[in-house]
Every structure is written in C-alpha cells, then in structure tokens.
Nanobody, 113 residues
C-alpha cells in the first residue's frame, strides 16, 4: 500500500507559477511510475504528466513547455513535484498524484484571469 498526500495548491493570477508536491509513503520500494492528473469541474480526469524511476517523463500537449515533473527519492520517502509556470485559467482544476492503484486526496489549483 502506498499513501499519497498532495500540497501546494492555491489561487494564482494568470501567468503566475505554483509548485505542487506529493509525499509518498508506505510500500515505496515498489514504486516505478508516478503521475499527476487533474480534473476540472464538469470534465473527466486527465493525465498531466508522468515520470518513471529512471526519470523518463511524459506530458500532456496542453502543458508541454510550461510544467515540469520531477521526483526526489529518499530512503523512506519519495516526493513527487509539479512545477507549473505561465499558468492559464484553463489550468484550473483539482490536481491529483497517482501511484497505481493509489490516488492522493487532491489539491485545488485556481488560476484567475
């Protein structure tokens, strides 16, 4: 069992930046791929970015060049990050960390125009 806790969401103006964090604990030794997803009101949850244990990354087209996913592996904890720059109102959503099959509780990101 992997436990995930996100933090770092908030309200920001368009063009601003936020950094999300996701602390993973529990059975972290089995973790390979980690990812960020988001869900806007009335829309389906969508993939934002993923990163493997070998640091291979993938991004949704809508965030390429603006968002950067990274991870920090420590002995007892893995922390996943999402650096979000040049934010747009359409980035407004609840952002979730995922390590299959576990999900975090989500953190709200609101971008005002």
């Amino acid at each position: 069992q992997v436990y995930l806790v996100e933090s770092g969401g908030g309200l920001v103006q368009a063009g601003g930046s936020l950094r999300l964090s996701c602390a993973a604990s529990g059975n972290i030794f089995s973790i390979n791929a980690m990812g960020w997803y988001r869900q806007a009101p009335g829309k389906q949850r969508e993939l934002v970015a993923t990163i493997t244990s070998g640091r291979t990354t993938t991004y949704a087209d809508s965030v390429k060049g603006r968002f950067t996913i990274s991870r920090d592996n420590a002995m007892n904890k893995i922390t996943l990050y999402l650096q979000m720059n040049r934010l747009k109102p359409e980035d407004t959503a609840v952002y979730y960390c995922k390590v299959a099959p576990s999900w975090g509780q989500g953190t709200q990101v609101t971008v005002s125009s």
